[in-house]
């Protein structure tokens, strides 16, 4: 895909002004259809020389190809049936319109289960681990999923069509070894396809939370019952925004939350928005010696590709 950007736009240019293959055979006589070849010729040149480039070929070879799936439809159906015991680790791999088999997006990592009440039943969601785009970047934390509702309506609609948005709490790794913190956000995410992450600024974090209203006071409840029994206050903290929330739910220790969300707060009552609280919670899930975290060093992936992208990635944040 990324070798024919330049010669598909230069060719629809072509096209658009008269040069089609059949316009062409129609016009051999032409003088156009002279020059129009040797545009052609030194746009595909150009690729060539572009192809040929280290760089291009490091870009072309990250976390390239995608990875035979190992979770299938009837390791969902068990995993749902078992109410979540046991776990669910394994490689998705995710459709993408326009993309070869050979670079299609895949996650891997573990699974959790959430009630999607726009569909009026339980789905499997990310939970932790790996989002990898090949060829781009690889999206690396805690996965929180937020149902929606589907834009058609009906029966039909809602059988075919589950559809969610994913925030991630982590770290992108770009392609070319560039390491960013940061919360992203996947939204209109339909069930077994691609997703397309952005990095959330405040005004996106806070429009999210405007869109998603029901399924984000869902997750501050959640974790508020989940780590209320870690000192008076947490949860009432979590309940305050979003972005404290997250902070609730990422793969940091009971303390560092606790401190983190007292920051957080400090912060929303200044006026603050409180995404200086959210780098330095990325900047603590760092390289720890236990644990088996995606953070922890220990994990190790079913693909290749993926545990050499992320020993790359704790390397770098071991430097930092």
């Known amino acids: 895909m990324i070798a024919e950007v330049g010669k598909g736009v230069a060719t629809i240019a072509l096209v658009l002004m008269g040069f089609g293959p059949h316009a062409w055979a129609q ?16 746009l595909e040149e150009h690729d060539a020389k572009r192809e ?17 799936e190992t979770l299938g439809k009837a390791d969902y159906q068990r995993f749902l049936r078992s109410g979540g015991g046991g ?5 998705d791999v995710r459709k993408a319109l326009t993309l070869p ?3 299609l997006p895949y996650f891997e990592g573990s699974h959790e289960i959430i009630y999607h009440p726009f569909v009026d039943r339980q789905v499997v969601a990310f939970d932790e ?9 690889a999206y690396i934390g805690n996965f929180t999923y937020f149902p929606q509702r589907d834009i058609g309506s009906g029966e039909l609609v809602r059988s075919v069509s589950i559809r969610g948005s994913y925030v991630i ?14 919360i992203f956000i996947a939204e209109n995410v339909i069930s077994g396809w691609n997703l397309d992450p952005l990095k959330a600024t405040p005004a996106f974090l806070e429009g ?7 399924a984000v006071a869902r997750q501050k409840r959640r974790l508020a019952e989940a780590n209320s029994g870690g000192g008076s206050g947490f949860g009432a903290m979590l309940s305050l ?5 997250l902070i609730g739910g990422s793969n940091l220790s009971h303390l560092d939350k606790m401190d983190l969300a007292e920051t957080f707060l400090t912060d929303i009552t200044s006026g603050g928005n409180g995404m200086a609280v959210f780098d330095d919670a990325m900047s603590r899930m760092g390289v720890s010696a236990g644990g088996t975290g995606v953070f922890s060093g220990n994990q190790v992936f079913e693909t290749p590709g993926l545990n050499q992208a992320m020993d790359g990635m704790l390397n770098a944040i071991t430097q930092q």
């Not at 259809?33 to 545009?39: E, F, G, Q």
């Not at 040929?52 to 035979?68: D, G, I, N, V």
């Not at 776990?87 to 490689?91: D, F, R, V």
């Not at 992108?172 to 070894?177: A, R, S, T, V």
């Open 241 to 245: 925004g979003l972005g404290a929330a």
């Open 27 to 42: 016009s051999t006589s032409d003088s156009n259809a002279a020059a129009v070849n040797d545009a052609l010729s030194i």
């Open 52 to 68: 040929a480039s280290p760089e291009y070929q490091r870009r072309r070879a990250f976390l390239h190809p995608t990875p035979r």
């Open 208 to 214: 999210f939370e405007q869109r998603h209203a029901q």
């Open 87 to 91: 776990g669910l680790n394994g490689i």
């Open 169 to 182: 709490v982590g770290k992108k790794l770009n392609w070319d070894g560039q390491l960013e913190n940061g």
């Open 101 to 103: 088999p050979d670079r």
């Open 129 to 137: 681990g790996v989002y990898a785009i090949p060829g781009e970047a």
